[in-house]
């Protein structure tokens, strides 16, 4: 009964995968950007995490057997704040520096909104909706931020985008003052 159980859930996933693709999302609109690193960045948060698991899993462990307990407090402080650093800081500044690299990120025309897709502290997809006019560029060049949508940093690479003129729309570069200007002439 379980073999076939487990037959019969693979014959329903290969079909499933034969007729369309596991990006297609109708309701988020059309795939306009993939990002290329989104199976790095969900392998490294995801061996952080599981070296931060296994640390704090091991270090009862470690003092009672190298009895780091029985020596001085400024031996236990060291030790503690060493495994304390790589158990929640590293995990920490890694979810921090890529919250907003965009996964995919579709576009409705109709009404002129996008659907972007980040990995969020719990490794899963999280889907933040925004309008084309939420987009604010930032003055100053960041190093993990190519534009907020709304509050939030999100993080693309323009060369990843099949078709430029989506990237263009997405920052609001076919808006330029120059064509306002020439439609206020006429």
């Known amino acids: 009964g379980f073999i076939f159980q487990v037959t ?17 999302h109708p309701e988020h609109g059309r795939l306009v950007y993939k990002g290329n690193l989104a199976k790095a960045v969900l392998g490294v948060k995801f061996f952080s995490y599981s ?3 296994f640390n704090l899993f091991m270090m009862p462990y470690i003092m009672l057997k190298s009895g780091i307990g029985v020596e001085s407090l400024l031996v236990q402080a060291a030790f503690y704040g060493l495994i304390g650093i790589f158990t929640f800081v590293t995990p920490v500044t890694l979810h921090i520096l890529t919250k907003g690299y965009v996964i995919r990120l579709y576009y409705k025309d ?13 490794l899963t997809e999280k889907v933040t909706v925004f309008h084309q006019k939420d987009v ?18 999100m993080l693309v690479n323009p060369t990843l985008f099949p078709n430029p003129q989506d990237y263009h729309h ?7 003052s120059f064509f306002k200007f020439e439609d206020l002439e006429e």
């Not at 997405?170 to 330029?176: C, V």
């Open 170 to 176: 997405l920052m609001g570069y076919d808006k330029s």
């Open 51 to 53: 070296t931060s698991i």
């Open 8 to 24: 019969s859930f693979q014959g329903v996933a290969v079909r499933s995968l034969a007729t369309s693709s596991p990006h297609d």
């Open 110 to 122: 109709e009404v002129d909104t996008y659907t972007a897709i980040t990995y969020n502290a719990i």
């Open 136 to 153: 604010k560029i930032p003055d100053i060049t960041k190093m993990f931020t190519t534009f907020y949508a709304k509050t939030k940093s």
